[in-house]
């Protein structure tokens, strides 16, 4: 079955420092492929999604996702942290057709420390 | 431009009582999805309309959870009895376009359910 999995339920990072959160996806046929965020208590918001184009995928917030066909990996990552940042962030897979939907991983909980 | 539209945003129900979640989505969005979001889990899909059809049911349990969209446009969420099991988040989204799997789907703030 696809599945999508992120590994670390939680990252802490403190401001300022790179962040990066892993998502590695599991299939043979490269799907779409998307980043978002939840804020406590709010909906989902796309950070950035990948749909065949460039590799490298600039989102809001200065965030970005490199596509790795041969890791079928996409990994999140930002320069610099801020408090802000401090969210959920799901990383979710997409295939279209007839069972077009999204498939998300478990979550990864970003604290960002002062 | 308005975002999904969902009500209410929190429910409290005892066991074996009916609920029912609101969802509009934004306006020109054929494609709506009602999603499930346990506790420390991403979400998943219950059910996906295209216009008033809906198109993928097979993850709604039929024999507590029913959906309409009766005009194409907004649509309800039902459970009927609830469960203790059933406390979760409830997740309505649309997107504009529908088949071709790279379209963006944007997510209203959810109905948390607990269920006593």
């Known amino acids: 079955a696809q599945s999508v999995t992120q590994l670390g339920s939680h990252v802490s990072v403190s401001e300022g420092a790179l962040v990066l959160l892993r998502c590695n996806y599991s299939?043979?046929?490269?799907?779409?492929l998307f980043w978002y965020v939840q804020y406590p208590n709010q909906g989902l918001q796309l950070l950035l999604k990948?749909?065949?184009?460039?590799?490298l995928v600039k989102g809001i917030n200065g965030f970005e996702a490199e596509f790795k066909k041969s890791e079928t990996s996409f990994h999140l990552t930002k320069p610099s942290a801020h408090m802000s940042d401090a969210a959920e962030y799901f990383c979710?897979?997409?295939?279209?057709?007839?069972?077009?939907?999204?498939?998300f991983g478990t979550g990864t909980l970003l604290a960002v420390q002062p | 431009e308005a975002g999904v539209v969902q009500s209410p945003r929190y429910k409290i129900i005892e066991k074996k009582q009916p609920v029912a979640f609101w969802c509009n989505p934004i306006?020109?969005?054929?494609?709506l999805y009602w999603y499930l979001q346990n506790l420390g889990q991403g979400p998943e899909l219950l059910i996906r309309?295209?216009?008033?059809?809906?198109?993928?049911d097979s993850q709604l349990p039929k024999d507590r959870f029913s959906a309409e969209r009766l005009k194409g446009v907004d649509s309800t969420l039902k459970i009927q009895p609830a469960e203790l099991g059933d406390s979760a988040v409830y997740l309505c989204?649309?997107?504009?376009?529908?088949?071709?799997?790279?379209?963006?789907?944007?997510f209203g703030p959810g109905t948390r359910l607990l269920v006593l």
């Open positions: 989204a649309s997107s504009s376009q529908a088949g071709g799997g790279s379209e963006t789907q944007y």
């Open positions: 299939s043979s046929v490269p799907p779409y």
């Open positions: 990948y749909t065949s184009a460039a590799t």
């Open positions: 979710a897979v997409s295939y279209g057709g007839a069972t077009n939907k999204l498939i």
């Open positions: 306006s020109g969005h054929n494609t």
């Open positions: 309309y295209e216009n008033e059809e809906a198109v993928d």
